[in-house]
């Protein structure tokens, strides 16, 4: 039985280890103007404009061409959030199948020895393990969902001032497309 934790932590150390080289990160933005608000990446950050690009084709193995790029001026921008793409199921299924190793963990270690005066051993180990699977996806789950769903918020509302002070950070989001 105690073998089973260092196997798992000896697995875990491989499969972080053969992971891919990462792609690009891709940043939802999410910017409300004064007619509308637009599900985008971000494309080009100039002085009074920014242009922007659909989240679909930019996930996407297409670049944007001429035509898919919509520019927004600066005045007419209220707010503009942004989140990484995915970031949500990321952290939730991460956070998930942590909770449940845990809660496995946990579960076998909490297992009571008595058996209550009735003779039996009412439930097996893996009654408790199961349990606090259980218990521990459902937290783990939930509480990735609230780390994932974390935003950044720059609030323009049509300010130029504003605007420039926020212009170094919105740089750091720019989608580039790959060659």
């Excluded at 697995?11 to 080289?21: D, G, I, M, Y």
């Excluded at 007619?35 to 990446?41: E, G, L, N």
């Excluded at 600066?74 to 970031?87: D, F, M, Q, S």
């Excluded at 504003?162 to 497309?177: E, G, I, W």
């Amino acid at each position: 039985m105690k073998i089973l934790p260092v196997f798992l932590l000896f697995s875990l150390s491989f499969s972080l280890q053969a992971q891919p080289p990462s792609r690009q990160k891709l940043y939802t933005a999410k910017i409300i103007t004064q007619r509308d608000t637009i599900m985008c990446a971000l494309y080009e950050v100039t002085d009074t404009t920014i242009a922007v690009v659909d989240i679909n084709l930019a996930k996407s193995s297409i670049g944007p061409s001429y035509h898919d790029i919509q520019v927004i001026p600066v005045n007419e921008l209220i707010h503009i959030k942004i989140r990484r793409t995915g970031a949500i199921r990321r952290t939730a299924l991460t956070m998930g199948v942590l909770g449940a190793v845990t809660g496995i963990i946990v579960g076998i270690a909490t297992k009571p020895t008595e058996d209550y005066g009735i003779g039996v051993e009412t439930f097996t180990t893996g009654y408790y393990a199961i349990q606090g699977a259980v218990i521990g996806v459902a937290i783990g789950g939930a509480v990735g969902v609230a780390i994932g769903s974390a935003s950044k918020k720059f609030d323009i509302k049509g300010n130029q001032n504003t605007y420039f002070t926020h212009k170094a950070d919105l740089m750091n989001y720019l989608y580039k497309p790959n060659p």
